[in-house]
C-alpha cells in the first residue's frame, strides 16, 4: 500500500503506454517467425528498469512488481524478459551465469516431457487436418520447417555442450521415469485442444505469414501442461491465456515454464469451484459499492455475474485493445496492491500495537472487516460494472446482460479504467480501515498516520 499519499489521497499515476513511441517510429513490423524453442540469449540479458537488477543479474523482485504498477507496465522491448522474472521461470535469485545453466535444465526437461507423452500416444503427435483449412496446412509446413532447422542446430553443437545435454537429459529421463499417463483423458484433452487452438486470434500479427506455425507450438505446450498435469488437464480458455504468454516471451520452453508457474496459482479459476468462487467475490465486493446496482443482476439468480467470469479468467483480454490488455495483464500479474509492501512495515506496526494506545488484553481478537479476498482485479471488474451502472440497470434477463458486455469488447479505455479502479479500491480500504478503529480502538486516542497503519495490515496477501 506504498502509493497512498500522507495527504490521504490515491496516487496520480500516468500510465502512458511505455510502448507508444517505439510503436510509432516501427513503420514496418518486421515479418512473424515460428517462435524458437529456446531463447538462450536471453538468460545474460539485462533489464534496465532503474534499482531493478544489480551487477550479476539478481532482480530486486519488489522494484520489478512496483515498476509496473506504477508505470503500467513496461515497454515491449524488456517486456520478454521481465516477464520470465514476474511469473517464475527464473528466480529473480538468480545470477546471469546461473540462469545460463538453468536454461540449458529447463530446455531439456521439458524435450523430454514432450517426448514421453508423443512416444505414449503417438496417434496426437500431429494434429488432425480434415484438409479444408488452407491457413492450417501451411502451419504445419512452417512449424515442420522450424523442427527440422532445430535439429540441424542440434546437430552442429559443439561436443562439450552435447555432453552436458546428454547429462541433463539422463537426469530428466531419471525425474519423469515413474510418471503415467491416463491415455483415455489425455486423448480428450488433446481432442479439446485440437478444437481450440485453431480458434485462438489469428487475427493477431504474431500469427501471421510464417508465424501460422506457432498454433502447432502452442498445441503441443497445451499438451505437454495436460499431460503433467491431469488434475488440471485442459479447459477451453487456456488456448487464450497461453497464447499470451507465447506472443511474448516468443519461446516454446520459456512459454511453457513461465504458464505451468502461472496456473499454479490460478489453475483453480479453470475449475467448477473456481469459477463460482470469482463470481461470489464480484458479487460481494459490487454489494459493498453499489448495492442498487447489485440487487437489480441478482434479482432472479447469480447467473447474472457469470459474464465477470471471462473477463477475470482471461484479464479483460477482449475488452480492450490488444496492447493495453497486455499491459493490464502485466499489471494485475505484478501483485502489487496484493502484498504487504516491506516485512518491516508488519515489524513497525506491530511494535505500534504493543504500545498503550491500542488495546491491550483483549479476551477476544479483533474482527477484521477487510475481505482481504478482493484483489485488484475484483476492482477493475467493478469499475468497469460501475461505469456502465445506467446500461445495467436497463438490462432486464441475462441475455440482455450478455448482449451489452459483448458490446464492450476493445471499447474500454485501459487508462481511465485503472484511474478508476484504484479509486474505489482507495475507498473501500479507507471505509473498512475507520470501521476497524472505530470499532475496536474508541477507548484510546489515535494519531493521524495510525490509519495507514490499519490500512497496510488489512490488505495482505493470504
Sequence with gaps: MEDLHSNGKPPVTVREDPGS??????EIPPRRRVAAVSAAALSASRLTLPGVMDAEGR??????RMHIFKNGGVSPSERGLAWRFLFGMYPCSSTAL?????REQLLVRYQVMKRKWQQCLPSAVRMQLN???????AAVRYFDQREAQTQQQDQDQSEEVKDRLAFLELQAQILFERITFDLEELRE?????????????RDLSFYQDEGLGNLLVLRDILITYAAFHP???YAQGMNDLCSRFLEVLDSEVDTFWSFSSYMEKFSRDF??????????LEAALLKELDPPLYAHLVKDNMESFTFCHRWLLLGFQREFEHSDALRLFEILSCDHLELISQQVDRARYQERL?????IEDRSESPRQTFNTDFTFELFICAAILLDNRESLLRCQDDVQLIQFTSSLQGKLDLNSTLEKAESHFYNYCKRCAWDYMNGHCRENSSKPEDFFYQLRSLFVLK
Excluded at 21 to 26: D, T
Excluded at 131 to 137: F, I, P, V
Excluded at 189 to 201: H, L, N
Design 98 to 102: 546461473e540462469r545460463s545453466l538453468l
Design 59 to 64: 532482480v530486486d523482485e519488489s522494484r520489478l
Design 189 to 201: 484433452a488433446t481432442r479439446i485442444i485440437d478444437k481450440d487452438v485453431p480458434r485462438t486470434s
Design 21 to 26: 513511441m517505439s510503436r510509432q517510429q516501427a
Design 354 to 358: 504493543d504500545q498503550k494506545h491500542y
Design 231 to 233: 488434475e488440471v488437464s
Design 271 to 280: 475449475m467448477a469451484d473456481g469459477l463460482h468462487r470469482k463470481i461470489e
Design 131 to 137: 484438409g479444408t483449412d488452407a491457413e492450417l496446412l
